[in-house]
């Protein structure tokens, strides 16, 4: 009789210790992640972005000899916030290169994303009369249809000023975003 009497009382203690074992899972872990964003805290380098290249014109002259050529392309850019507070930055710049030629460039809009949230927006860099030499005009004809004409994007995005983080120059500064893509596969993701 003792002894189930110990056993239960036993149980019961376990029991108690399970119960505050998953309460503190379930507080402890949104505490930890706000405080990363908070404290260790940069959204400037949580902030993750992705592109996908919705459309691209101005490259088919190649095809009939021309080495001037105007190219515009059309981005989507995808902002993922994972901080439980509101992020934003200043806008932008954008260059699309290919071997090293920059093809077309443009501003990146402002943009706010909301806490534990998304946002897409989208910049559309063009450039105008660019000379391409001839070797490289046929490189990019014959890279083009087996997928392997890389297109490099580089992304800076002006940061507003942060003054809780101020003695951190990425609150005050810039943030430089590599995209890589192949021309025709039109995917592009991930920071480099
Ligand atoms: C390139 O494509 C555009 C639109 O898709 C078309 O208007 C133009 O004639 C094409 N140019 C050549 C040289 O094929
Ligand atoms: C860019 O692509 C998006 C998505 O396909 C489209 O909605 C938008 O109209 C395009 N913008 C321009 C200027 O072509």
Not at 147 to 169: C, D, R, Y
């Amino acid at each position: 009789m003792d002894d189930i009497a110990a056993l239960m009382r036993r149980e019961k203690i376990l029991n108690r210790a399970r119960n505050t074992i998953s309460a503190i899972y379930m507080v402890g872990i949104p505490v930890m992640f706000l405080a990363v964003c908070i404290f260790a805290g940069d959204p400037n380098d949580l902030a993750e972005f992705s592109i996908n290249l919705a459309a691209l014109e101005g490259l088919n002259g190649t095809a009939v000899g021309r080495t001037t050529v105007s190219p515009a392309f059309n981005l989507t850019v995808r902002v993922e916030n994972p901080c439980l507070q509101p992020w934003c930055f200043n806008g932008g710049e954008v260059l699309v290169s290919y071997a090293g030629v920059a093809l077309a460039w443009g501003p990146v809009p402002a943009l706010c994303v909301r806490r534990s949230a998304a946002a897409e927006l989208t910049v559309l860099p063009w450039g105008r009369d660019v000379g391409l030499s001839e070797d490289l005009r046929q490189r990019l004809l014959s890279e083009w249809p087996m997928g392997t004409a890389q297109v490099l994007v580089e992304m800076k995005i002006f940061h507003p000023i942060n003054w809780m983080h101020s003695s951190k120059l990425s609150y005050i500064g810039t943030s430089l975003y590599n995209f890589k893509f192949m021309l025709g596969d039109g995917i592009a993701r991930g920071k480099e």
